[in-house]
């Protein structure tokens, strides 16, 4: 539905909120009040395919790129906060930081055959100083972690390394920039069971939709997490990413309690 140039999801029949709210940071669907919480390298592909499958039945063209077509996804902006919190299912999937951080090194960072990302890998490849040409040895990796971790930290603390990218902005930065909605937080180790659980009602077949949804970003993992990671490597992590820590720990808590 459009309003005056605004675009409001087919569900919604009320006005438009008169400014732009803290909807704007939701993802929401045409035929249901449902609000995600995107953060990147939480599932985010798997997630935005959902919603497409759910408003179309059918999978997105563009699959594995299906962050490239934002134009094909409603955004929740104009919806009044008061919708928001008493009609909707609002949930952010949220991920241990050292798997994040992993899956962003692996995936973006140490892969050369990945060439959509290849303006990060030389970004932080020249910024952080990096190893990234010929054959790399497990020690090589690692070292490259470390400083890849200090860059970000940089990055992130102080901006002297420049603008933040949402690949390694920390998680509770996206929760905070919604914090008065309360949204459900889903661990992503138990993101299926869970994500079923608070939208069955709402889309009873949620569960087949997901099993239809077969796109995954999955980065591939040179070494084994219990091989890779050491204590030094732990420490900084946990430096960069405890309010991160913190986030997830709740979301486990929440879901058992």
């Not at 909807?23 to 395919?49: E, Q, S, V, W």
């Not at 892969?111 to 040409?133: C, H, V």
Request: glycine share 6%; charged share 25%; hydrophobic share 40%.
């Amino acid at each position: 539905m459009t309003t005056e140039g605004v675009k409001l999801p087919a569900w919604y029949d009320g006005p438009p909120a008169p400014k732009l709210g803290m909807g704007r940071a939701l993802y929401t669907t045409d035929k249901h009040p449902i609000f995600y919480l995107m953060i990147l390298k939480c599932g985010c592909t798997f997630l935005r395919n959902l919603l497409f499958h759910i408003d179309h039945d059918q999978l997105h063209p563009e699959a594995p790129r299906i962050h490239a077509y934002d134009a094909d996804f409603v955004k929740a902006a104009h919806i009044p906060h008061q919708v928001i919190r008493d009609e909707g299912a609002l949930f952010a999937v949220v991920r241990a930081p050292m798997d994040r951080f992993l899956s962003l090194y692996f995936d973006k960072i140490a892969d050369p055959g990945n060439q959509t990302d290849a303006w990060m890998r030389r970004r932080i490849g020249k910024g952080a100083g990096l190893t990234l040409e010929g054959t790399l040895s497990i020690e090589d990796h690692r070292a490259n972690c470390l400083l890849m971790l200090d860059w970000i930290k940089r990055n992130l603390d102080d901006g002297t390394e420049g603008k933040t990218n949402p690949h390694w902005q920390r998680q509770s930065v996206s929760v905070n920039r919604i914090k008065g909605f309360q949204p459900h937080l889903i661990p992503l180790q138990h993101m299926q069971e869970e994500l079923a659980r608070l939208l069955i009602e709402m889309v009873p077949d949620i569960k087949e939709r997901m099993a239809a949804v077969t796109q995954r970003n999955v980065s591939t993992k040179l070494f084994a997490k219990s091989e890779f990671v050491t204590p030094e490597l732990n420490e900084m992590v946990a430096k960069v990413y405890g309010t991160d820590a913190d986030l997830h720990r709740l979301s486990l808590e929440r879901m058992k309690g």
